[in-house]
């Protein structure tokens, strides 16, 4: 830091040394190998898959070096940064619920104390707590507890996204795939209830529900 006017420090915060997170995919299917070292077959690939989030920055440069990639890339900044989703959400004209920014754990207390009924969402760092309903404080205080030791010295500048419960039978959702500039088409859309999903294959946009439609859209 002395020698240079910036620094980027970066260390491996997904889940580390764990066979079973290795395991996935063995005995799939007789072509298919494991492999320990991911950029080892960068160059020889045809078609690189990423079926989850956490390595959108290399999507987005494999991207950039001509490969042919599957993945969510920069739209995994969606998961990461939930309170600008939500801004993003309200800036081209989608409707959002009362959603705030609290930041700390002392801040956190004071607003679930005076605004019951609440739902706290985590960005990136799901890993130390998922997000959570709360429906009083002292429903929910052991949990701030927690919080306060998984942050430790940052628990009062970690921020939370506080949001008003939606008594909801079930959400509604599009299944699609989007190739940077248009939707693909089939489709699928439909409802779920915690685990268990009912829904729909739509061939063509002008099948499916308007109000999809229009989210799709914006």
Not at 22 to 38: D, M
Not at 104 to 113: A, E, M, N, P, S
Request: net charge negative; with cysteine; hydrophobic share 40%.
């Amino acid at each position: 830091s002395r020698e240079f006017k910036q620094v980027i420090y970066y260390t491996p915060f997904q889940e580390q040394g764990k066979f079973i997170s290795y395991a996935y995919g063995q005995g799939l299917a007789p072509n298919i190998e494991k492999t320990k070292h991911f950029f080892d077959h960068v160059n020889n690939a045809d078609i690189i898959c990423f079926f989850d989030i956490g390595a959108g920055d290399i999507a987005k440069y494999l991207r950039k070096q001509g490969k042919l990639v599957f993945g969510g890339g920069d739209g995994e900044k969606f998961e990461e940064s939930r309170f600008k989703f939500r801004m993003l959400q309200k800036s081209v004209g989608l409707p959002i619920h009362k959603t705030v920014l609290v930041r700390g754990v002392t801040q956190l207390r004071d607003y679930i104390k005076k605004n019951p009924n609440q739902f706290i969402k985590i960005d990136i760092f799901r890993g130390d707590i998922e997000s959570f309903h709360a429906k009083n404080f002292d429903a929910i205080e052991l949990t701030i507890d927690e919080i306060e030791e998984a942050f430790g010295p940052f628990k009062e500048s970690y921020e939370f996204m506080v949001e008003e419960f939606l008594d909801s039978v079930c959400e509604i959702g599009i299944d699609g795939f989007f190739n940077g500039k248009n939707w693909l088409w089939p489709c699928a859309a439909g409802f779920e209830v915690i685990s268990s999903y009912i829904g729909k294959i739509y061939n063509k946009k002008e099948d499916i529900p308007k109000v999809m439609a229009d989210i799709m859209d914006k």
